[in-house]
Nanobody, 121 residues
């Protein structure tokens, strides 16, 4: 049973920071796969904002590049997303998933509940 559990969201003012966590369970060889963070705003498609490969190389969407940082702790089966200088446009439900290594394709429908991020004065 593969499961993702996201946490760390909340309400912050523009310019604030949040650190999201994603704990993946049921993955035997977590360190061999990529992990990705996604977001979905109301009325919009789900967007891949960052992903990290087994060798710790990473990529970001242009809208978050320079502000967000993805990392992983293989001993804890956990991926993190550090979000700095948050903008109202970042408001969305953030979710994580397992991807094939060096790919943007998810391995399965393993979406968790997600965590809400709201940026507002």
């Amino acid at each position: 049973q593969v499961q993702m559990v996201e946490s760390g969201g909340g309400v912050v003012q523009p310019g604030g920071s949040l650190r999201l966590s994603c704990v993946a369970s049921g993955i035997t060889f977590f360190r061999d796969n990529a992990m990705g963070w996604y977001r979905q705003a109301p009325g919009s498609q789900r967007e891949l904002v960052a992903h990290i490969n087994s060798d710790s190389s990473s990529k970001y969407s242009e809208s978050v590049k320079g502000r967000f940082t993805i990392s992983r702790d293989n001993a804890k089966n956990t991926a993190y997303l550090q979000m700095n200088n948050l903008k109202p446009e970042d408001t969305a439900v953030y979710s994580c998933n397992v991807l094939y290594d060096f790919s943007t394709e998810v391995m399965g429908n393993y979406w968790g509940q997600g965590t809400q991020v709201t940026v507002s004065p």
